[in-house]
């Protein structure tokens, strides 16, 4: 069992950078891939950027390739996604969540996911 609890969202301007963290507690954490995904206002959840266990692998939408970039600390058992040159569109409640799976850019694959954590970009 893995429990996420995300936090570094907020309001920032457009062009600006936000760091989010994924604590993770569970004995798993470090054999599962973990993935970050976002819903905005009236929209699907979306696929924004992975990491396989190792981190050696990661995995991204191709709308924020280049600006964002995912990494993990299994010794502190934390997911980071760091957001430069964010965009309004990138407003979302953005999540982490923990896979068991070998496929990455579906929410399906994910075990466990935290509550999320409210990211604004404004223009």
């Known amino acids: 069992q893995v429990q996420l609890v995300e936090s570094g969202g907020g309001l920032v301007q457009a062009g600006g950078s936000l760091r989010l963290s994924c604590a993770a507690s569970?004995?798993?954490?470090?054999?599962?891939?973990m993935g970050w995904f976002r819903q905005a206002p009236g929209k699907e959840r979306e696929f924004v950027a992975a990491?396989?266990?190792?981190?050696?692998?990661?995995y991204y939408a191709d709308s924020v390739k280049g600006r964002f970039t995912i990494s993990r600390d299994n010794a502190k058992t934390t997911v980071y996604l760091q957001m430069n040159s964010l965009k309004p569109e990138d407003t979302a409640i953005y999540y982490c969540?923990?896979?068991?799976?070998?496929?990455?850019?579906?929410?399906?694959?994910?075990?466990?996911w935290g509550q999320g954590t409210q990211v604004t970009v404004s223009s």
């Open positions: 569970g004995r798993t954490f470090s054999r599962a891939a």
């Open positions: 990491i396989n266990w190792s981190g050696e692998s990661t």
């Open positions: 969540a923990a896979s068991y799976s070998s496929t990455y850019y579906y929410g399906s694959s994910y075990a466990h």
